[in-house]
């Protein structure tokens, strides 16, 4: 597989992040809640990940690296039950702009871990996607000033939690195969929105019932099979940091589909900010290419 296929994974894997709000927001203007859309995207994401376990393996493997497969369960479930839980007290478009605060915090998650400094063209590539992200959310001229201080909390511990997914994510398993692994990473973190969240829409007649599996499937698809599963392949080729970077698409998707779907407007400000996070993601892949080393050939005596 060519090198540049591996970027090009987890910028599709992040575009998929980028529907999930917008799918939310319909579900909500049909009656459901936050938690309740989001318990019917794990739950259906595992059940999705286990047909498609079932499809391709035909016997169960020795569970390997059962740490790893826990944490990254564990994160992604907390992604997408904390950054729920702020839009309780934050308008959607400083949600977003909190939430990509995991730029910089899974580059430096990324330093840390490998004991090195940040690059130039890093650093140059975080400060763009930062401004770009001012902008393209729109929030310049937005009134903060009444702003409980537990919506920043919940923001930037959602940037954290996504932070911690992509850094455990791209730790690779010895002997585990995608599927396997989408499998078990889907089992844990539906198991953990099992207890901090409705699992009663199962059976109480939500799920069914009342039209939540339209939600849930298309939340499940795209909120966990595709881009756990591109990660998964993906995050172990690019490096954690780079993959932060690059993930930074998941905002202009996001802009672009609640303009398409729900009819939000978009402003000029905010196609300049499009442009500049683009900007911003391609920057470091760009000046990441480094030659390889040339073989010497010894000359015969």
Not at 169 to 185: A, W
């Amino acid at each position: 597989m060519k090198n540049w296929i591996y970027p090009v994974m987890v910028v599709v894997a992040a575009s998929c992040y980028g529907v999930l709000s917008t799918i939310i927001k319909v579900a909500m203007s049909h009656g459901f809640t936050t938690a309740e859309a989001v318990t019917s995207q794990y739950f259906t994401g595992f059940v999705l990940a286990a047909i498609l376990f079932a499809v391709t393996q035909r016997s169960l493997p020795r569970l390997r690296g059962w740490k790893i497969l826990v944490l990254s369960g564990s994160f992604t479930a907390a992604t997408g039950m904390v950054y729920s839980h702020s839009l309780n007290y934050l308008p959607a478009s400083l949600a977003v702009v909190l939430l990509f605060q995991f730029t910089w915090i899974g580059m430096f998650m990324d330093c840390i871990a490998n004991r090195r400094w940040l690059k130039r063209i890093e650093v140059i590539s975080l400060l763009i996607l930062f401004g770009g992200t001012i902008l393209a959310a729109g929030v310049i001229d937005a009134d903060l000033s009444g702003i409980p201080w537990q919506g920043w909390g919940w923001g930037i511990g959602a940037a954290f939690c996504f932070s911690a997914f992509m850094f455990v994510n791209g730790k690779q398993i010895e002997g585990m195969d995608t599927t396997t692994r989408l499998f078990y990473v889907s089992l844990a973190a539906a198991l953990v929105i099992a207890v901090f969240q409705t699992p009663e829409i199962m059976w109480n007649g939500t799920f069914f019932g009342e039209g939540l599996w339209i939600y849930g499937l298309l939340l499940g698809f795209f909120g966990i099979i595709m881009p756990i599963y591109f990660f998964s392949i993906a995050v172990p080729h690019v490096g954690s940091g780079l993959a932060s970077i690059l993930s930074a698409m998941e905002l202009p998707v996001a802009v672009i589909a609640s303009v398409i779907i729900l009819s939000e407007s978009l402003t000029v400000l905010q196609i300049v900010g499009i442009f500049v996070v683009l900007t911003g993601m391609v920057l470091p892949s760009m000046f990441n290419r480094t030659p390889k080393p040339v073989e010497r050939v010894e000359e015969p005596a």
